[in-house]
Structure formats: C-alpha cells, structure tokens
C-alpha cells in the first residue's frame, strides 16, 4: 500500500513533442504528490505538486493531471526540450509535504534534438 | 531560496574506515532533515528521518548502528557511515525542510555525495 508505481521506465521524445508520465498508488491517505527532476550526479529537484482536491496544475510547460478516483497521477511535459532530458520521480506523501516522500521508480526521458 | 549543501560530493575510502557526510540548509532552518540512498538507475530509498536536538527515526532495515545521523543544529546534519564496506558503496542525498507539523513547505535536496568503498 505504500509503494508508487511509475510508468513507462524509459521514454524518447522528439523534440516539441510531449512527454507523458503516469504514476499509480494505493494508499488512499497520500495528499501531497510531487514530481521530481534529476540529472545524472545531482539530487532531485522539485518541478511542481498537487494536492488531490485539484485535478489540474500547470506551471510553465509541466502539468500534472490527477484523477483522485483512479487513483493516478501524471506529469505532462509541453514542447518538450533536450534541455529536459532527465529522470523523473513522482512521489507521495501523507500528512502533507511534511511527511516522508514515497518515490517512484523513475522514469529516464530523453529528448531527440 | 531553499538550498540545501552536501559536502563531499565525491569520497572514496578504503573498506573498514568511516566517512562523514554533511548537510546544510544555507538559506533556512531545517526543523527536519531526510537521508536517502540511491542506487545506480534506481529510485531513493529514505534511510533515516532527523528533527533538530532528537534522535534520528530509521527505516525498516536501515542499520541505526551502521549509519549513525546527528542534527545538532536547525542547519546542519550529519549521516556517518561507520566502518564502510564496498556494498555501501552508493549515492547519499539529504534533503531538507521548514516548519511545523502542516506547513505545506517541500523537501529541498542537496547534490548528493558518492560514496566508494574500495
């Protein structure tokens, strides 16, 4: 019940293209879930997040999509760059951001000029 | 804002030594303090959870004896990787975060030490 399961594990995109990323849980007492960014040798960085009371964010060219029922998650990548190519984790937690993340298994973009 | 500092970022040892890795928060105070492990092409497994002037809370598994954390202060913790051996060879990245209970404030993760046991 704990785990997040991400799919796909690899992923190629063209360039202006769109990356798609889907994640699934289990436990319905998660609240917070945020996508990570991380290129090879760094930490992960923060990209964006969403609560489940909301069914779309958007943040520049990242949208996440939720589907509290189903209980899914996904990061949409617009016009995708080779700048983005990068892994990327989908996380959970309950009890908000201040709780400890659950990752997914991530997922390896890469974005052919 | 938010950046959080891990030093080394690259060590290596030779086996039966123990290394000592550093996280700061540069910009805030870090009420409470993650250590995660990362292995290569795989996801980050949280290791131990820290608050400031308590004892760290380990993972299921995670060896407290081992991998000894200290957050002595609201900016600065410390994971020590006692008497290493080559399979604890791996990617050490802390993160940090502010505030109290609900704060709706995110994690932010330092750049990570690898770690080489030889």
């Known amino acids: 019940q704990q785990q997040v399961k991400q799919s796909p594990q690899s992923l190629i995109v063209q360039k202006g293209g769109i990356s798609i990323i889907n994640c699934a849980y289990e436990n319905t007492a998660f609240d917070y879930f945020p996508w990570y960014q991380q290129f090879p040798g760094k930490g992960p960085a923060l990209l964006i997040a969403i609560r489940p009371d909301v069914s779309e964010k958007k943040e520049g060219r990242f949208t996440i999509s939720f589907n509290k029922s189903a209980k899914q998650f996904s990061l949409h990548i617009m016009d995708s760059q080779p700048g983005d190519s990068a892994t990327y984790f989908c996380a959970a937690s309950r009890g908000g951001a201040t709780n400890k993340l659950i990752f997914g298994t991530g997922t390896l973009l890469a974005v052919q000029p | 804002g938010a950046v959080v500092s891990q030093h080394p970022s690259w060590v290596i040892c030779k086996s039966g030594t123990s290394v000592k890795i550093e996280c700061r928060s540069l910009d805030f105070q870090a009420t409470t303090m993650f250590w995660y492990r990362q292995f290569p092409k795989q996801s980050l497994m949280l290791m131990a959870t820290?608050?400031?002037?308590?004892?760290?809370t380990y993972e299921q598994g995670v060896e407290k004896d081992k991998f000894l954390i200290n957050h002595a202060s609201l900016t600065l913790s410390t994971l020590t990787v006692t008497s290493a051996h080559p399979e604890d060879s791996s990617f050490y990245i802390c993160s940090a975060r502010w505030g109290q209970g609900f704060s709706n404030q995110p994690q932010h993760f330092g750049d990570g030490t690898r770690l080489s046991i030889l």
């Open positions: 820290s608050n400031e002037g308590s004892k760290a």
